[in-house]
Nanobody, 132 residues
Framework: QVQLAESGGGLVNAGESLTLSCRVS??????MAWFRQIPGSERVIVAG????????????????YYADSVKGRFTISRDSAKNSLFLQMDDLNTADTGVYFC???????????????????WGRGTQVTVSS
């Protein structure tokens, strides 16, 4: 069973950068993503990565997804050799504050689902707080 563990969260000032890491163990998820959740709101996707899923399905598809609010500022990457997922966050602002979750989808799909219900594996989350 795939297990995920996030790390790298913390308190930063607006305009600064932060890198989140997700350690994957127990298996491999074809599609992986980062979700963000704030109190009282639903968990929403901020970035997704599906290079492995696209390879396995042998179908052309986008290998990365970014929410409009983070395009140009966040970069998702995957280190297959180390079985890790990363999220590089640059030029952070207060709207980026929240608990960030690493998520994995085991299905061999060529797409990157945006709904959290499509992902089976979750980490416990890491807090990111951006101060103005």
């Amino acid at each position: 069973q795939v297990q995920l563990a996030e790390s790298g969260g913390g308190l930063v000032n607006a305009g600064e950068s932060l890198t989140l890491s997700c350690r994957v163990s127990g298996g491999i998820a074809s599609t992986m993503a980062w979700f963000r959740q704030i109190p009282g709101s639903e968990r929403v996707i901020v970035a997704g990565e599906n290079s492995l899923g696209a390879l396995l399905t042998r179908k052309p598809s986008a290998t990365e997804y970014y929410a409009d609010s983070v395009k140009g500022r966040f970069t998702i990457s995957r280190d297959s050799a180390k079985n890790s997922l990363f999220l590089q966050m640059d030029d952070l602002n207060t709207a980026d504050t929240g608990v960030y979750f690493c998520a994995g989808r085991v299905g061999m799909a060529a797409d990157i689902p945006v709904s959290p219900n499509a992902y089976q594996n979750w980490g416990r989350g890491t807090q990111v707080t951006v101060s103005s």
